[in-house]
């Protein structure tokens, strides 16, 4: 398989990543009603880690034990990054509105190539970074339209700072996660990060009460998110970023709010925006710009 065909086809695994994701949005939301955040984070995690340990497993009696012990070392600290991003925008929302969070987590966009760049010396490529600024353009569309009058800095609060907070967490993530998994055993790095997610999401229980109601919904979103949309999604986003960049991943990842506004409208009942319809061209747009047309040195690759 040569690189061009790989990073086509870890594109398309990560873009199938985002619509799990953005499918299950009304789910989650709808479960949250009967179950504390950080439970339903435990839970799922948990449930996760041994689905990813069960399929792994095979993998993992083939491996020899340094590799296995690099790549979950690595894959713990991405996993780090991943639920301390959760925690953030799990507070954050007490504090602000819906709109303020969606625009302010979707930062995460624009800063992977920025910090990627501060870290590595590496910048990304010039159609990445126009793909990116359209989406961003989009993703602001898409989000700051609410009902209290959108995003203003002027009203700025603790709950944007925390939110702030969890697009740097959550860039730094896509960035950690493909520095490892193009330098040990993705399988290993797959489960270090779950693993090392659902041990800190039990332990964060202590700062909110947990909280259940056992019903259809909320275990209907525990088995579709933990199976889905936690051991086959992560699985594949840590395959998927052996071959391609992080700018890319987190560009390809712009889709997920776009999702949930489909799924939103058409099993939620919510009404389609003219601004959400610009929002989510211009995303598809971005992401358009960066695969429809690969570069000159990505061909000769």
Known sequence: MTSGTARWRADLALTLVAFVWGATFVMVKEALQEVSTMYFLALRFGLASLCML?????????????????????????????????????????????????????????????????VFRRWPQARELLGVGVAA?????????????????????????LTVGCAITFACHLL????????????????GQIVCSAILSSLSM????????????????LLVTAILGTAVAFATQTWAQQFT??????????LEPVVALGTAVLVGGERLTAAAVVGGALILAGIVTVEIKPSRRLLCE
Not at 178 to 186: A, I
Not at 245 to 254: E, G, M, N, V
């Open 54 to 118: 069960a399929l792994f497993l095979p993998a993992f009696r083939r491996m020899p034990v340094g590799e296995l012990w690099r790549g979950l070392r690595g894959g713990a600290v991405a996993g780090a990054f991943l639920c301390l991003g959760y925690i953030l925008q799990t507070f954050g929302l007490r504090y602000t509105t819906a709109g303020n969070s969606g625009f302010l987590t979707g930062l995460n966009i624009v800063l992977v190539p920025v910090i990627g760049a501060a």
């Open 137 to 161: 353009a989009g993703l602001a569309m898409l989000t700051i339209p609410t009902a209290d009058g959108g995003f203003s800095l002027s009203h700025f609060n603790r709950g944007d700072l």
């Open 176 to 191: 950690v996660l493909g520095y490892y998994s193009q330098r040990e055993r993705f399988e290993a790095v797959a489960v």
């Open 206 to 221: 202590s700062i909110e009460a947990p909280r259940i109601v056992w019903s259809r919904p909320v275990v209907t979103a």
């Open 245 to 254: 960049t992080p700018t890319r991943t987190a560009l390809i990842f712009a």
